[in-house]
């Protein structure tokens, strides 16, 4: 029986600023030492005051303005109360009826907040293999996460398939790296989806279930996917499905229970005493208008741009969307005068499956000597396969193609009365395959220009070679 699936979604991204959210330790997602960018504010202690992170709160700000969003008139801190042992003062501090964002969209799904707070800290399990060996059970708490900025997105219940998780989850990353306001990383849990699904018959929404902290996109399809399918069969077999949040196990490719699902009352959400209520369009700083002066080009923008501007193929854009640095070489080389039309489709063929393979050291090569490599291929100074070759030498040289080109008699041969004598030398030498190519094997042509390419450390023009063979063997 078919179900119509109902996806809202909650993702969190860490901040890159360059402290926590309410204190002034350092944010360093890479910091491998347990428990020492800490101190007493946000370890919790007793009498601590919480100060606002203006960095954190700006970058939230342009995230919203980004997808379309409203900044809130008015705006405050709410403390969230639950009880965990990676919650150091017992309650979280995040926001609740006034966000700092409302609305907006992203790849048309409608976003109903973005609000600020802070992250918790990381615990660190002892798993059951060493608990056995040391006849211990235990857990640890590092705090260094504790207290980061962290921006929370809310969708509204709109999507209606895992792939279109995906694909926003990916937009939003993308938004976040261009904007510069996330690493985003999700291998390192910079960022973290959740999931409320649901599934239904006709426009009454089924039984929301949670599934929470899924840290890679691979895991957030799989989870929603077997979601879907549990549920289903739930309603087939007349079983009720639980309001609840579930975990998502890697290994054994299943949603697991883990608590009952709290609403919002659970957590006794009041604004927090300690911390001024924001009044954000009133200040000069905070204002729409300034702050759409610092935004950055979107993902979204750019596809338009290379579209409108170099018109090549949308598999290239989709690359260079996904590859900035490479994207700034196409731009640059692309920017020299002479390059344009169909130059942009052999200039993105050579970025995209050549130098992209050479790794850090492609993009060593500097852009106006690309534009001349183009230029030397167009005019016939250089083959295909030279021009290859070409880029290699480009980058262990760091030099000008055309110097390379003098230096090592790397120019494409043209010469006809050179090639004639090189084309004779090779049909002597391989009467075989020259009755081959007079019996109709098409092929024993090719091995011919291959062996004039190879007698010339491939600087003949193949199409002169092949009009000079098939001239000599006619």
Known sequence: MEYTPTIGLEIHAELNTKTKMFCACKNDTDEKRPNVNICPICLGHPGILPVINKEAVKHVLKVGLSIGGKIGYFTEFDRKNYFYPDIPKGYQISQYKHPLIFGGELLGVKITRVHLEEDTARSAHLSSEASAKLDENYSLVDFNRAGVPLMELVTEPVIHSSGKVVKFGQELQLLLQYLGVAEANMEKGEMRLEANISISKGQTLGTKVEVKNLNSFRSAERAIEYEIKRQAELLESGEKINQETRGWDDKKQITFSQRSKEDSHDYRYFPDPDLPKLKLRETEEFNEKNLCKELKETPNEKRKRYKEKYKIKEEYINFYILNKNLSDMFEKAAGYKGVFGEDLQILSNYIINDIAGMGEEGLLIEPMYLSTLIFMLKSGELSSRGTKEMLIKM???????????????????????????????????????????????????QFLIGQGMKATAGSANPQKLKDIFEKLIS
């Open 395 to 445: 980058v262990k040289s760091k030099k000008d193609p055309k110097i390379i080109a003098e230096e090592e008699g790397l120019f494409q041969k043209s010469n006809e009365e050179e090639l004639i004598g090189v084309a004779n030398k090779i049909v002597s030498e391989n009467q075989n395959a020259v009755l081959e190519y007079k019996s109709g094997k098409i092929s024993a042509l």
